[in-house]
T-cell receptor, first 115, second 110 residues
Framework: GAVVSQHPSWVICKSGTSVKIECRSL??????MFWYRQFPKQSLMLMAT?????????EQGVEKDKFLINHASLTLSTLTVTSAHPEDSSFYIC???????????FGPGTRLTVT | DAKTTQPNSMESNEEEPVHLPCNHS???????IHWYRQLPSQGPEYVIH???SNVNNRMASLAIAEDRKSSTLILHRATLRDAAVYYC???????????FGEGTQLTVNP
């Protein structure tokens, strides 16, 4: 149990376009979802925390108008990278927690390449 | 967020035990100690967590020092599939955000 999926697994887009990444909890209801970004050979960096039906809480330095997060249901959160630029190319990973569980369940990640 | 310190890398031989250390001298009384691991090009995977007492599960054991300023993740018999980056993370409250450090790259030799 506790499976989190992401779609797409990889995407290539042109500079200036927007890209939407979906994160789904397949077999549990996710009260909270988290979005991370990971550059090559670096650790994960938390971008934002979102609770179902609420506005996301962004980490310092993350532009909320550029990285739009929607958490419309207990099983789906989306991250939209607006007006993408090559420096936004990265590995985007979501995670989710279920109720009072302590551990986070991570998705497989989405590789974004902006050309 | 309280900080953790881990060695950059460690090596082990297949089928031998591995002890991955983590120092967290500024841990607060309510911080949980979490371990996750990440294989290349994959999302992290939960390994184990604890608060004060040692913990065991099917993947690993977590030994927590009495003063809680350090902990050790124990893989009882390393396999090649255990080669990954292991992250030791302090979580302030149950279900709250995780702040990843650099982790320990574990290499398992056949």
């Amino acid at each position: 149990g506790a499976v989190v999926s992401q779609h797409p697994s990889w995407v290539i887009c042109k500079s200036g376009t927007s890209v939407k990444i979906e994160c789904r909890s397949l077999d549990f209801q996710a009260t909270t979802m988290f979005w991370y970004r990971q550059f090559p050979k670096q650790s994960l960096m938390l971008m934002a925390t979102s609770n179902e039906g609420s506005k996301a809480t962004y980490e310092q330095g993350v532009e909320k108008d550029k990285f739009l997060i929607n958490h419309a249901s207990l099983t789906l959160s989306t991250l939209t990278v607006t007006s993408a630029h090559p420096e936004d190319s990265s590995f985007y990973i979501c995670s989710a927690t279920a109720g009072t569980a302590d551990e986070q369940y991570f998705g497989p990640g989405t590789r974004l390449t902006v050309t | 967020d309280a900080k953790t310190t881990q060695p950059n890398s460690m090596e082990s031989n297949e089928e031998e035990p591995v002890h991955l250390p983590c120092n967290h001298s500024t841990i607060s009384g309510t911080d949980y100690i979490h371990w996750y691991r990440q294989l290349p090009s994959q999302g992290p995977e939960y390994v184990i967590h604890g608060l004060t007492s040692n913990v065991n599960n099917r993947m690993a054991s977590l030994a927590i020092a009495e003063d809680r300023k350090s902990s050790t993740l124990i893989l009882h018999r390393a396999t090649l599939r255990d080669a990954a980056v292991y992250y030791c993370i302090l979580q302030e409250t149950s279900g709250s955000r995780l702040t990843f450090g650099e982790g320990t790259q574990l290499t398992v030799n056949p």
